[in-house]
C-alpha cells in the first residue's frame, strides 16, 4: 500500500509504530516485572507486540515507496537507514512478550526457599532485565527515527518568522 486517501501511506502508517512500540514496551516491562499484571493482560500482551511487529515493516515499505517519490537529500536518507534497524527491537518485543506471556500462565513456581523457587525468580529476574533493555532499545529508536523523520519532512519547509498571515 503506497497511498491511503491520496496522502502517502508512511505519514498514516508511522502513527500506528509511533504509538504501538512504546505502548508494547511497557506492557512488556510490567508484565515482566509484575507478574500477577502479566496474568491479568493474558493473551494481550503477545498479541499487542505481534501487532507492533507487523506495522513496522508496514511501515517501513511504505517508507520507501515514499523515498522514491521524494527528493532523497541527506536528511531522507539518514532517516531510512535508521527506520531499517526497528525491525530487530520490534521481533525483540514481541519474543520477549509471548516467553513474559507463556511463563505467567503457567502454574506459579513454589513458594519458599526451594532451589526451583530460587531458579524461577532468577528466570523472572533474567526476563525483566533483558524486557527493560529492548524496551529501552525500542523507544530510544523510534524516537531517533521519528526525530530524524521531522527533519527531513519539515527542514527549509517553513519560515522561522511570521508571515503576517492568520494574526
Request: proline share 5%.
Amino acid at each position: 500500500m503506497t497511498l491511503v486517501n491520496g496522502l502517502p501511506a508512511h505519514v498514516l502508517f508511522v502513527h500506528f509504530v509511533v504509538v504501538l512500540v512504546p505502548l508494547s514496551a511497557l506492557a512488556l516491562v510490567v508484565s515482566a516485572v509484575w507478574p500477577k499484571a502479566a496474568r491479568r493482560l493474558g493473551l494481550i500482551l503477545p498479541v499487542l507486540a505481534f501487532v507492533t511487529l507487523v506495522t513496522v515493516p508496514l511501515t517501513s515499505h511504505a517508507g520507501e515507496w515514499l523515498e522514491r517519490h521524494v527528493d532523497s537529500g541527506p536528511l531522507v536518507r539518514r532517516h531510512a537507514e535508521l527506520g531499517d534497524g526497528l525491525l530487530p527491537w520490534a521481533l525483540g518485543l514481541f519474543l520477549l512478550a509471548t516467553a513474559v506471556w507463556w511463563t505467567a500462565r503457567r502454574t506459579p513456581a513454589p513458594q519458599g526457599g526451594t532451589d526451583v523457587a530460587r531458579g524461577g525468580a532468577v528466570v523472572r529476574v533474567a526476563a525483566a532485565v533483558l524486557s527493560l533493555v529492548v524496551a529501552v532499545g525500542a523507544v530510544v529508536d523510534v524516537y531517533r527515527i521519528g526525530d530524524s523523520g521531522a527533519k527531513a519532512a519539515w527542514h527549509d519547509a517553513f519560515s522561522k518568522t511570521a508571515t503576517g498571515h492568520g494574526d
